[in-house]
């Protein structure tokens, strides 16, 4: 069983976002850190990889698109238990929208074939929730995402997810893509061994070139949306801070009856 | 070395902050609130234990043919200070993988290797260590606690103090002295001494401390001992027990200084948002410069303890041991420091019981005295270092 999964490496969660105003593209000079949903794919994916047993059989590969530095995170990925990395990383595919990075990342998992594919839900800089659904598109692979429970059998993956109104339980064959929630499980801390043998395990960087990809089919050449403009959000309207003497509930009460809210 | 070599040496590797970052997770699960729950209920970090054990953070500096992380002293420093500085400094990282794993690795037969340090590894075993005595305190040369020849096996006799964890360890590692058969004169020896061997028996002292480990007095009445319960069997000798005395005061330097990161960051939250006028209390030069002082004496404790680290692992015994010394002072003072200024940062606060702070005043003022005390410290600094006259 092979299993491929998509991380990035986004600003850490401690270090306050900007946009760079030259290039309309955010600052990543800074600090980074794995996805924190990635590391949700990277246990689910760790967890098939030793249910499943044959052991040599069993891979997990990291892919991922970025910045050289971005092997940073992927080492804490590698630290986990994953057994290597694919980085594409090529100054030409900086900038590359969802649309260049679907077709880019869709090259390199073609390149390894993967049984599963898994991806996090969504990164925590852009948001978007939707690469996954442009990759599998672009693979011709079935799709499950928000994938709160994951189970494989008979060269089969079936993914129970929460919706709105209850649970929707979907299968589809193998190969496939799923993109998982936070919720389907607890990403295990690195042990001393595993953060000691990251660097040891085998990481291959590929540029454009080495994917056979043109450069204009990526970074901003190869996008088919741009930024136009940007701006601050509207500033909040006033707040009021209430100190609790023991009525707060009663004014919370009444300010949200003063809105007509209740 | 080039410039950048050099710039290099001060800081860690790649590694080394990883791990860094795992145990500041792993630790940040449990913070102040669950160690001084522990502490105060006189139990045990039992859960944070076995989960840094089973993560293999506690035997980072176990040979890894035996199950560790095969690293260096440096290593378990790291994740001693991560977890002290989450508020969860655990007192037998110092006693069982630093001083017990580093002396079974270096002298204990093939044997003793075989059955302790796989569990020390893991942290599913725990060995304490047995020095001090109560008509011995600092003069580890004077020991009374000796073990005679009898059978095959040894007789152990003597009484020890403030024995740390006793009763979590599954055996005690005892420094005594046998006869030497070729002189006749008493030598220093190791005996590893199961908890529950008939003659040994270990009562608490009472500690104005809170800390979820305890102190222990323990007394050894012809005690019956194996042959193989002396450490290296009979090859071994004074040398073996100071491979242990290094990491102690390393470990015990990455605990201090573990415990003033987590007091000084605890003020400057503080400090930042607490306000009485129209600024923050921060803001006050009476406030900010204090603890700035108070960060820039850690910083150089734990530079010192990284460099005692570091000639340590890299097996320059006698380098290390001055630098292990420097920095267990410069650790527990800075630590002390930190800990009054954050306190006094709190104002009434800080000694109350829901801040958090003052109840680890009691394990640092520990550091000041233990392992070895700040003043015999001082007199090996002035003897060794600067070539003053011995002073006892």
């Known amino acids: ?262 | 070395m080039s410039r950048t070599e050099q710039a290099h040496r001060y800081s860690e590797t790649e590694e080394q902050q990883a791990l860094r970052g795992a145990v500041a997770d792993v630790a940040a699960k449990y913070g102040s609130g669950y160690w001084l729950e522990k502490a105060r209920a006189n139990e045990r970090t039992i859960e944070l234990w076995a989960e840094a054990g089973a993560l293999g953070y506690l035997g980072a500096n176990i040979p890894e043919e035996y199950g560790g992380g095969g690293g260096g002293i440096a290593e378990l420093a790291i994740v001693c200070e991560e977890l002290a500085a989450a508020g969860c400094p655990l007192l037998m990282i110092v006693v069982s993988p630093a001083i017990a794993g580093t002396i079974i690795a270096r002298s204990g037969t093939d044997e003793q290797k075989t059955a302790w340090l796989p569990g020390l590894a893991e942290g599913t075993a725990k060995l304490a260590f047995a020095i001090t005595e109560p008509d011995a305190g600092t003069n580890s040369h004077n020991l009374a606690t000796v073990a005679r020849r009898d059978n095959g096996g040894w007789i152990l006799n003597g009484r020890k103090t403030y024995i740390s964890g006793v009763d979590e360890s599954d055996a005690v590692l005892v420094v005594g002295r046998t006869d030497d058969e070729q002189t006749g004169k008493l030598r220093p020896a190791l005996f590893i001494v199961p908890r529950d061997t008939p003659g040994f028996d270990w009562k608490p002292i009472e500690m104005d401390v809170i800390a979820p480990e305890e102190q222990f007095a323990c007394f050894f009445d012809d005690v019956e001992l194996p042959a193989e319960a002396l450490v290296g069997g009979d090859v071994a000798g004074l040398d073996q027990l100071f491979a242990g005395l290094n990491p102690e005061r390393i470990t015990i330097a990455a605990y201090a200084n573990g415990i003033a990161r987590y007091a000084l960051e605890k003020a400057v939250a503080y400090a930042n948002e607490r306000q009485v006028w129209d600024v923050p209390i921060g803001a006050h030069q009476g406030v900010s410069h204090p603890l700035a002082e108070a960060a820039i004496q850690v910083e150089l404790a734990r530079l010192v303890t990284s460099k005692a680290a570091a000639l340590h692992d890299a097996g320059e015994a006698r380098a290390a041991g001055e630098a292990a010394n420097m920095a267990k002072l410069a650790s527990a003072d800075a630590a002390l420091l930190t800990l009054d200024r954050a306190i006094q940062a709190h104002g009434g606060n800080g000694l109350a019981s829901e801040y958090d702070l003052a109840a680890y005043w009691g394990v640092l003022r520990v550091a000041r005295i233990a392992p070895v005390s700040r003043e015999m410290i001082l007199n090996y600094v002035a003897q060794h270092t600067l070539g003053l006259p011995r002073s006892y």
Not at chain 1, 44 to 65: F, N, P, Q, Y
Not at chain 1, 204 to 233: K, M, N, Y
């Open chain 1, 1 to 262: 069983m092979k299993i491929a999964v998509c991380v990035k490496h986004v600003p850490d969660a401690a270090v306050t976002k900007r946009i760079d105003p030259g290039t309309k593209r955010l600052d990543r000079s800074g600090e980074g850190s794995l996805n924190p949903v990635d590391a949700n794919a990277v246990e689910e994916a760790l967890r098939i990889r030793d249910a499943t047993g044959d052991g040599a059989e069993g891979e997990v590969v990291l892919v991922s698109l970025g910045p050289e530095k971005a092997i940073d995170s992927l080492r804490k990925a590698l630290a986990m238990g994953a057994d290597r990395v694919l980085l594409v990383s090529d100054p030409d595919a900086a900038g590359s929208d969802l649309v260049a990075t679907s077709s880019l990342l869709a090259k390199a998992l073609e390149r390894e074939g993967a049984d599963l594919v898994l991806f996090g839900q969504q990164a925590s800089d852009s948001d978007g929730a939707v690469l996954w659904a442009a990759v599998a598109e672009r693979l011709r692979l079935p799709l499950i995402s928000q994938v709160a429970e994951l189970t494989l059998e008979g060269g089969a993956v079936t993914g129970k997810r929460q919706t709105e109104f209850g649970y929707d339980v979907i299968r589809a064959p193998l190969p496939a893509v799923v993109a998982v929630a936070d919720s389907i499980n607890e990403p295990r801390y690195p042990s001393l061994k595993g953060i000691m043998g990251a660097k040891r395990k085998q990481q291959d960087v590929l540029s454009l070139a080495d994917l056979e990809i043109e450069a204009e089919r990526a970074g901003a050449s190869g996008s088919r949306t741009e930024v136009l403009a940007l701006s601050d959000p509207p500033p909040r309207g006033e707040t009021r801070k209430l100190e609790d003497d023991g009525t707060g509930a009663e004014k919370i009460v009444e300010f949200l009856a003063e809105k007509r809210l209740v």
